[in-house]
Protein backbone atom coordinates (compact mmCIF):
# COMPACT_ATOMS: atom_id res chain seq x y z
CA UNK A 1 0.00 0.00 0.00
CA UNK A 2 1.29 3.76 -0.74
CA UNK A 3 1.05 4.68 3.05
CA UNK A 4 3.78 2.24 4.08
CA UNK A 5 5.86 3.68 1.50
CA UNK A 6 7.34 6.61 4.12
CA UNK A 7 5.79 4.90 7.33
CA UNK A 8 8.04 6.83 10.16
CA UNK A 9 10.17 8.65 8.14
CA UNK A 10 10.97 12.62 7.45
CA UNK A 11 9.87 13.76 4.21
CA UNK A 12 13.25 16.23 3.08
CA UNK A 13 11.86 16.99 -0.16
CA UNK A 14 8.86 17.51 -1.39
CA UNK A 15 8.51 18.53 -5.62
CA UNK A 16 5.25 19.93 -7.56
CA UNK A 17 6.50 18.68 -11.17
CA UNK A 18 4.42 16.75 -14.15
CA UNK A 19 2.36 18.60 -15.44
CA UNK A 20 1.72 22.19 -15.43
CA UNK A 21 1.58 22.72 -11.32
CA UNK A 22 2.40 26.66 -11.68
CA UNK A 23 -1.17 26.72 -12.98
CA UNK A 24 -2.39 25.72 -9.67
CA UNK A 25 -4.08 28.63 -7.56
CA UNK A 26 -2.44 29.71 -4.26
CA UNK A 27 -5.66 28.25 -2.11
CA UNK A 28 -5.01 24.64 -3.58
CA UNK A 29 -1.23 24.81 -3.00
CA UNK A 30 -2.61 25.57 0.68
CA UNK A 31 -4.96 22.73 0.35
CA UNK A 32 -1.92 20.10 -0.67
CA UNK A 33 0.66 21.28 1.49
CA UNK A 34 -1.36 21.39 4.80
CA UNK A 35 -2.57 17.55 3.87
CA UNK A 36 0.73 16.72 3.46
CA UNK A 37 1.73 18.70 6.53
CA UNK A 38 -1.17 16.61 7.93
CA UNK A 39 0.00 13.14 7.26
CA UNK A 40 3.59 13.12 7.00
CA UNK A 41 6.30 14.75 8.90
CA UNK A 42 7.98 16.95 6.94
CA UNK A 43 11.79 18.11 7.69
CA UNK A 44 11.58 22.15 9.29
CA UNK A 45 13.99 22.68 6.77
CA UNK A 46 13.15 21.30 3.37
CA UNK A 47 13.29 21.87 -0.24
CA UNK A 48 9.67 22.34 -1.86
CA UNK A 49 10.95 22.82 -5.76
CA UNK A 50 7.81 23.88 -8.17
CA UNK A 51 8.16 23.21 -11.78
CA UNK A 52 6.95 26.55 -13.80
CA UNK A 53 6.85 27.63 -17.54
CA UNK A 54 7.98 30.66 -17.84
CA UNK A 55 4.95 32.38 -19.40
CA UNK A 56 3.16 31.55 -16.30
CA UNK A 57 5.51 33.52 -13.75
CA UNK A 58 4.34 36.55 -12.66
CA UNK A 59 4.88 39.04 -9.89
CA UNK A 60 1.73 37.77 -8.31
CA UNK A 61 2.10 34.15 -8.76
CA UNK A 62 5.52 34.61 -7.60
CA UNK A 63 4.43 36.35 -4.35
CA UNK A 64 1.69 33.59 -3.68
CA UNK A 65 4.83 30.64 -4.28
CA UNK A 66 6.71 32.04 -1.75
CA UNK A 67 3.99 32.32 0.81
CA UNK A 68 2.70 29.20 0.87
CA UNK A 69 6.61 27.55 1.58
CA UNK A 70 8.02 26.90 -2.14
CA UNK A 71 11.38 28.04 -1.66
CA UNK A 72 13.19 26.60 -5.17
CA UNK A 73 11.72 26.79 -8.62
CA UNK A 74 12.43 24.89 -12.08
CA UNK A 75 11.98 26.83 -14.92
CA UNK A 76 11.22 25.17 -18.60
CA UNK A 77 13.66 27.85 -20.17
CA UNK A 78 14.52 25.47 -22.55
CA UNK A 79 16.55 28.40 -25.05
CA UNK A 80 16.58 31.93 -25.15
CA UNK A 81 15.94 32.42 -29.03
CA UNK A 82 13.35 32.74 -30.67
CA UNK A 83 13.56 30.24 -33.55
CA UNK A 84 14.62 27.95 -31.16
CA UNK A 85 11.40 28.02 -28.90
CA UNK A 86 9.38 28.45 -31.95
CA UNK A 87 10.98 24.91 -33.37
CA UNK A 88 10.25 23.07 -30.03
CA UNK A 89 6.56 24.61 -30.50
CA UNK A 90 7.11 26.02 -27.15
CA UNK A 91 4.35 28.56 -25.72
CA UNK A 92 6.79 30.97 -24.12
CA UNK A 93 8.80 33.54 -26.08
CA UNK A 94 13.02 34.81 -25.70
CA UNK A 95 11.88 37.55 -24.06
CA UNK A 96 9.66 35.84 -21.33
CA UNK A 97 12.50 33.83 -21.15
CA UNK A 98 15.26 36.12 -19.45
CA UNK A 99 12.35 38.20 -17.84
CA UNK A 100 10.91 35.50 -15.51
CA UNK A 101 14.38 34.55 -14.44
CA UNK A 102 15.28 38.06 -13.14
CA UNK A 103 11.37 38.40 -11.79
CA UNK A 104 11.91 34.74 -9.92
CA UNK A 105 15.33 36.49 -8.41
CA UNK A 106 13.26 39.46 -7.31
CA UNK A 107 10.81 37.54 -5.73
CA UNK A 108 13.75 36.16 -3.83
CA UNK A 109 13.76 32.77 -5.48
CA UNK A 110 17.58 32.12 -5.37
CA UNK A 111 17.25 28.42 -5.32
CA UNK A 112 16.41 27.88 -9.00
CA UNK A 113 17.31 25.53 -12.04
CA UNK A 114 16.50 26.31 -15.71
CA UNK A 115 16.39 23.49 -18.17
CA UNK A 116 18.41 23.91 -21.07
CA UNK A 117 17.95 22.02 -24.66
CA UNK A 118 20.78 21.50 -26.99
CA UNK A 119 21.50 19.35 -30.32
CA UNK A 120 18.27 21.22 -32.20
CA UNK A 121 18.81 21.23 -36.31
CA UNK A 122 19.16 25.47 -35.66
CA UNK A 123 21.29 25.57 -32.60
CA UNK A 124 24.85 26.44 -33.74
CA UNK A 125 27.95 25.89 -31.69
CA UNK A 126 28.01 30.01 -30.68
CA UNK A 127 24.27 29.78 -30.28
CA UNK A 128 24.46 27.30 -27.86
CA UNK A 129 27.60 29.00 -25.96
CA UNK A 130 25.43 31.97 -26.22
CA UNK A 131 22.58 30.48 -24.23
CA UNK A 132 25.12 28.71 -21.76
CA UNK A 133 26.61 32.09 -20.89
CA UNK A 134 23.60 33.62 -20.97
CA UNK A 135 22.22 31.37 -18.20
CA UNK A 136 25.35 31.87 -15.98
CA UNK A 137 25.66 35.69 -16.28
CA UNK A 138 22.23 35.65 -14.78
CA UNK A 139 23.46 33.94 -11.83
CA UNK A 140 21.20 31.01 -12.41
CA UNK A 141 22.67 28.38 -9.87
CA UNK A 142 21.77 25.04 -11.27
CA UNK A 143 21.31 24.16 -14.78
CA UNK A 144 19.26 20.94 -15.82
CA UNK A 145 20.58 20.30 -19.45
CA UNK A 146 19.64 17.79 -22.16
CA UNK A 147 20.25 16.60 -25.61
CA UNK A 148 16.94 17.03 -27.96
CA UNK A 149 15.44 13.68 -27.56
CA UNK A 150 12.68 12.64 -30.96
CA UNK A 151 10.27 9.64 -29.43
CA UNK A 152 8.37 8.05 -31.86
CA UNK A 153 5.10 8.39 -32.72
CA UNK A 154 5.25 11.66 -31.69
CA UNK A 155 4.24 14.87 -33.85
CA UNK A 156 8.13 16.05 -34.33
CA UNK A 157 8.80 12.04 -35.62
CA UNK A 158 6.20 12.53 -38.13
CA UNK A 159 7.46 15.92 -39.51
CA UNK A 160 10.73 14.73 -39.40
CA UNK A 161 10.07 11.76 -41.35
CA UNK A 162 8.00 14.03 -43.71
CA UNK A 163 11.15 16.25 -44.42
CA UNK A 164 9.43 19.37 -42.90
CA UNK A 165 12.16 19.41 -40.01
CA UNK A 166 15.18 18.71 -39.96
CA UNK A 167 16.63 15.29 -38.43
CA UNK A 168 19.03 15.56 -35.02
CA UNK A 169 22.59 15.42 -35.67
CA UNK A 170 23.98 13.06 -33.29
CA UNK A 171 27.50 14.72 -33.58
CA UNK A 172 26.52 17.84 -33.28
CA UNK A 173 25.03 16.69 -29.48
CA UNK A 174 27.99 15.19 -28.59
CA UNK A 175 29.76 18.19 -29.16
CA UNK A 176 27.29 20.53 -27.53
CA UNK A 177 27.92 18.26 -24.27
CA UNK A 178 31.11 18.40 -24.49
CA UNK A 179 31.63 22.01 -24.60
CA UNK A 180 28.76 22.78 -21.87
CA UNK A 181 30.95 20.48 -20.12
CA UNK A 182 33.83 22.93 -20.26
CA UNK A 183 32.06 26.05 -19.96
CA UNK A 184 30.30 25.39 -16.69
CA UNK A 185 33.48 23.91 -15.41
CA UNK A 186 35.08 26.99 -15.95
CA UNK A 187 32.13 29.08 -14.04
CA UNK A 188 32.95 26.73 -11.12
CA UNK A 189 29.97 24.42 -11.52
CA UNK A 190 29.95 20.89 -10.16
CA UNK A 191 29.19 18.37 -12.79
CA UNK A 192 27.28 16.36 -10.43
CA UNK A 193 24.87 14.18 -12.33
CA UNK A 194 25.22 13.55 -16.42
CA UNK A 195 23.00 16.31 -17.09
CA UNK A 196 22.96 18.51 -14.06
CA UNK A 197 25.48 21.18 -13.08
CA UNK A 198 25.64 23.19 -9.76
CA UNK A 199 27.14 25.76 -7.85
CA UNK A 200 28.37 24.20 -4.81
CA UNK A 201 25.47 24.29 -2.44
CA UNK A 202 22.82 23.95 -4.63
CA UNK A 203 22.34 20.53 -5.75
CA UNK A 204 18.85 19.66 -6.33
CA UNK A 205 18.11 17.64 -2.93
CA UNK A 206 15.28 15.81 -4.10
CA UNK A 207 17.05 14.21 -7.56
CA UNK A 208 19.65 13.43 -5.42
CA UNK A 209 17.93 11.50 -3.44
CA UNK A 210 16.41 9.47 -6.56
CA UNK A 211 20.33 8.81 -7.10
CA UNK A 212 21.27 7.70 -3.74
CA UNK A 213 17.86 5.48 -4.02
CA UNK A 214 15.82 6.89 -1.25
CA UNK A 215 12.89 5.68 -0.94
CA UNK A 216 10.14 8.42 -2.81
CA UNK A 217 6.08 8.80 -2.78
CA UNK A 218 4.42 9.83 -5.81
CA UNK A 219 0.66 11.71 -5.55
CA UNK A 220 -1.54 12.16 -8.32
CA UNK A 221 -2.59 10.47 -12.08
CA UNK A 222 0.21 8.46 -13.15
CA UNK A 223 2.77 9.59 -10.58
CA UNK A 224 5.42 6.63 -9.59
CA UNK A 225 6.76 5.88 -6.03
CA UNK A 226 9.51 3.21 -4.66
CA UNK A 227 10.29 2.18 -1.55
CA UNK A 228 14.21 0.54 -2.50
CA UNK A 229 12.18 -3.22 -3.70
CA UNK A 230 8.71 -2.27 -5.16
CA UNK A 231 8.29 0.33 -7.91
CA UNK A 232 4.45 1.15 -8.29
CA UNK A 233 2.75 3.94 -10.43
CA UNK A 234 -0.60 5.01 -10.63
CA UNK A 235 -3.41 5.12 -12.94
CA UNK A 236 -2.42 7.40 -15.87
CA UNK A 237 -6.20 8.57 -16.52
CA UNK A 238 -7.27 11.87 -15.14
CA UNK A 239 -11.25 10.92 -14.62
CA UNK A 240 -10.40 7.53 -13.65
CA UNK A 241 -8.14 8.49 -10.53
CA UNK A 242 -10.33 11.23 -9.97
CA UNK A 243 -13.44 8.96 -9.76
CA UNK A 244 -11.32 5.99 -7.74
CA UNK A 245 -10.86 8.62 -4.94
CA UNK A 246 -14.34 9.08 -4.66
CA UNK A 247 -15.00 5.65 -4.21
CA UNK A 248 -12.05 5.49 -1.20
CA UNK A 249 -9.98 3.75 -3.61
CA UNK A 250 -6.76 4.12 -6.32
CA UNK A 251 -5.69 1.84 -9.10
CA UNK A 252 -2.34 1.32 -9.37
CA UNK A 253 -0.16 -1.16 -10.79
CA UNK A 254 3.33 -2.30 -8.93
CA UNK A 255 6.25 -4.35 -9.92
CA UNK A 256 8.66 -6.19 -7.54
CA UNK A 257 12.30 -5.78 -8.03
CA UNK A 258 14.63 -8.76 -7.22
CA UNK A 259 18.34 -8.77 -6.45
CA UNK A 260 19.54 -8.49 -9.85
CA UNK A 261 17.06 -5.57 -10.97
CA UNK A 262 17.85 -3.99 -7.85
CA UNK A 263 22.00 -4.11 -8.21
CA UNK A 264 21.87 -2.91 -12.61
CA UNK A 265 19.27 0.04 -10.73
CA UNK A 266 22.17 0.62 -8.55
CA UNK A 267 24.79 0.31 -11.67
CA UNK A 268 22.50 2.49 -14.11
CA UNK A 269 21.77 5.50 -11.69
CA UNK A 270 24.68 5.83 -9.44
CA UNK A 271 27.10 5.76 -12.68
CA UNK A 272 25.36 8.97 -14.49
CA UNK A 273 26.76 10.87 -10.73
CA UNK A 274 29.88 12.24 -9.56
CA UNK A 275 30.24 10.01 -6.77
CA UNK A 276 30.34 7.18 -9.04
CA UNK A 277 29.33 3.16 -8.03
CA UNK A 278 30.72 2.51 -4.54
CA UNK A 279 32.32 -1.09 -4.66
CA UNK A 280 31.77 -1.47 -1.50
CA UNK A 281 29.04 -0.87 -1.14
CA UNK A 282 27.91 -2.99 -4.12
CA UNK A 283 29.62 -5.72 -2.72
CA UNK A 284 28.07 -5.57 0.81
CA UNK A 285 24.31 -5.42 -0.71
CA UNK A 286 24.83 -7.94 -3.71
CA UNK A 287 27.64 -10.04 -2.85
CA UNK A 288 31.04 -10.67 -4.20
CA UNK A 289 30.22 -11.95 -7.09
CA UNK A 290 28.50 -9.33 -8.18
CA UNK A 291 31.24 -7.03 -7.74
CA UNK A 292 33.49 -9.58 -9.24
CA UNK A 293 31.34 -9.13 -12.19
CA UNK A 294 31.16 -5.39 -12.56
CA UNK A 295 34.89 -5.07 -12.76
CA UNK A 296 35.58 -7.68 -15.46
CA UNK A 297 33.06 -5.83 -17.64
CA UNK A 298 34.71 -2.68 -16.60
CA UNK A 299 38.00 -3.63 -17.97
CA UNK A 300 37.75 -2.47 -21.57
CA UNK A 301 36.69 0.76 -20.52
CA UNK A 302 39.31 1.18 -17.88
CA UNK A 303 41.81 0.67 -20.80
CA UNK A 304 40.04 3.06 -22.86
CA UNK A 305 40.03 5.93 -19.83
CA UNK A 306 36.11 5.92 -19.91
CA UNK A 307 36.22 5.29 -16.45
CA UNK A 308 38.17 5.34 -13.81
CA UNK A 309 38.30 3.70 -10.14
CA UNK A 310 38.98 6.22 -7.14
CA UNK A 311 39.11 5.54 -3.85
CA UNK A 312 36.70 2.17 -4.67
CA UNK A 313 34.28 4.12 -6.64
CA UNK A 314 33.63 3.84 -10.43
CA UNK A 315 33.89 7.39 -12.07
CA UNK A 316 32.99 7.98 -15.67
CA UNK A 317 35.70 10.39 -17.27
CA UNK A 318 34.40 13.30 -19.71
CA UNK A 319 34.59 11.15 -22.66
CA UNK A 320 32.87 8.28 -20.81
CA UNK A 321 30.09 10.12 -20.13
CA UNK A 322 28.97 10.40 -23.67
CA UNK A 323 28.46 6.84 -23.47
CA UNK A 324 27.17 6.55 -19.95
CA UNK A 325 24.12 4.66 -20.85
CA UNK A 326 26.12 2.00 -22.83
CA UNK A 327 28.78 1.78 -20.70
CA UNK A 328 25.89 0.99 -17.58
CA UNK A 329 24.16 -1.48 -19.77
CA UNK A 330 27.57 -3.65 -20.15
CA UNK A 331 28.05 -3.34 -16.56
CA UNK A 332 24.73 -5.18 -16.03
CA UNK A 333 24.89 -8.33 -13.73
CA UNK A 334 23.20 -11.46 -15.64
CA UNK A 335 22.50 -13.21 -12.07
CA UNK A 336 22.82 -12.09 -8.65
CA UNK A 337 22.14 -13.21 -5.05
CA UNK A 338 22.26 -11.23 -1.90
CA UNK A 339 24.64 -11.81 0.16
Known amino acids: ????????????????????????EQEELEIILDQLRRSFAIHPQAEYTLEANPDDITPAKLAAWKQVGINRLSIGIQSFF????????????????????????????????????????????????????????LGVPHLSCYALTVEPGTALQKMIDQHKKEAVDDEKQARHFTLLMQWVQEAGYEHY?????????????????????????GLGPSAHSFNGAV????????????????????????????????????IMISLRTAEGIDLNR????????ARS???ASLQPYLQSKRCIIQEQRVILTKEGKLFADGIAADLFVVEAKES
Open 282 to 289: LEQQFGAA
Open 231 to 266: RQWNVANNALYIQSLQKDSLPFESEQLDARQQLNEY
Open 82 to 137: EEDLQWMNRAHNAQQAEACIRLAQQAGFYNLTIDLIYGTPALTDARWQENVQKALA
Open 293 to 295: AVQ
Open 193 to 217: EISNFARPGFRSRHNTSYWQGKPYL
Open 1 to 24: MQQNYLQGQTVETIYFGGGTPSLL
